[in-house]
């Protein structure tokens, strides 16, 4: 019988073994029914500090930096590829870090707009189920086991970021940082989604559902930047690490 069999680096490890045995840490830590919790959880502790430090000796001295996220999906002959790179190699110009989830895709290409023009390229993955190496445009990429860790670190070490059209984990990045500059747990953080024709509609359903039942501020949704120049994306950051 054929079986299906899955390589993935962890962490610098190499695992192969069965797709379906191939859990990853962030599944073993949030699945209900995960054996003895007593004894596993307070353990995993150790792990996730390790992950913490890891990623705050690495990165902090990285200095000025703008997160780029957007989708894995998306194609070199994509215009939006085209963007991405565009404004990796400008934020680079400007003196900006640029950093990404290392991905392929928009990932890619802010990285590679960065890393092409001398600039600092970062990439911080994520063990995921399915193989996804870190690109090939970084001068440092770190791999992370779990979500929340990494999340942690394009908001510390990011003064802004920078939207591409993508799926459920580009609007998780999104919503998170528009949550915490809500609630004033970050501030002067410029959010700027790139794209008018893609996040028009979800831009319009906000101001006429959500801030209709009074489940957002108007402040909230007027400060929500949806910018197709790239001039502009570029002004927006500058402007606001200089303001």
């Known amino acids: 019988m054929n079986k299906d069999y899955l390589t993935r680096e962890q962490s610098g490890v190499i695992r192969r073994g069965l797709a379906e045995d191939a859990a990853t840490a962030d599944q073993r830590l949030l699945n209900a029914i995960n054996g003895d919790w007593r004894n596993q959880d307070p353990w995993r502790?150790?792990?996730?500090?390790?992950?913490?430090?890891e990623g705050f000796d690495n990165l902090a001295g990285i200095g000025?930096?703008?997160?780029?996220?957007g989708s894995a999906r998306i194609k070199p002959d994509d215009p939006f590829y085209d963007m991405a790179h565009q404004i990796g190699r400008r934020l680079a110009q400007a003196g900006f870090a640029v950093i990404t989830g290392g991905g392929p895709g928009v990932m890619e290409a802010a990285n590679r707009g960065a890393f092409e023009m001398g600039g600092t390229s970062i990439g911080l993955g994520i063990e995921l189920p399915f193989e996804q190496a870190l690109n090939e445009y970084l001068t440092l990429g770190i791999m992370f086991r779990y979500f929340f860790a990494r999340k942690t670190m394009f908001l510390k070490y990011s003064q802004g970021f920078v939207v591409m059209p993508g799926g459920f984990g580009t609007l998780d990045e999104m919503f998170e940082a528009f949550t915490l500059a809500q609630t004033g747990?970050?501030?002067?953080?410029?959010i700027v989604l790139v794209g008018r024709a893609y996040w028009s509609g979800l831009v319009s359903w906000l101001r006429e559902a959500a801030l209709t039942e009074h489940f957002v501020g108007e402040a909230d949704v007027d400060g929500i930047r949806i910018v197709d120049d790239l001039d502009e994306i570029i002004s927006i950051v500058t402007t606001q690490r200089e303001g």
């Not at 502790?45 to 430090?53: G, L, N, P, T």
């Not at 000025?64 to 996220?69: D, E, L, R």
């Open 64 to 69: 000025q930096a703008i997160s780029v996220f």
């Open 185 to 190: 747990k970050v501030t002067r953080f410029p």
């Open 45 to 53: 502790v150790m792990r996730i500090q390790a992950e913490f430090v």
